[in-house]
């Protein structure tokens, strides 16, 4: 049987690469979800997604980070 030895900088390399398109994708659907259920879309705060976005806030209000709108990332 073959086995393919993994070098943990593709592996590091393979994570850069695949974790923007993982995230790019969730924030497709979640819009997606949100556009055709807008009354039923709810974050249980229990959640780790809620959590981020909860410390997202937490950091933006404090000045420590910046979010950028939706037209200065996809330009739209």
Do not use: C
């Not at 593709?10 to 695949?18: D, N, R, S």
């Amino acid at each position: 049987m073959n086995q393919i030895q993994q070098n943990p900088i593709q592996i590091e390399e393979i994570t850069k690469i695949l974790e923007p398109m993982i995230r790019r994708v969730i924030r497709e659907e979640l819009l997606r979800i949100a556009k055709a259920e807008p009354g039923i879309f709810y974050l249980d705060p229990e959640t780790p997604i809620y959590k981020d976005m909860e410390t997202l806030l937490q950091q933006k209000t404090k000045g420590h980070i910046k979010l950028h709108s939706h037209e200065e990332v996809w330009g739209e």
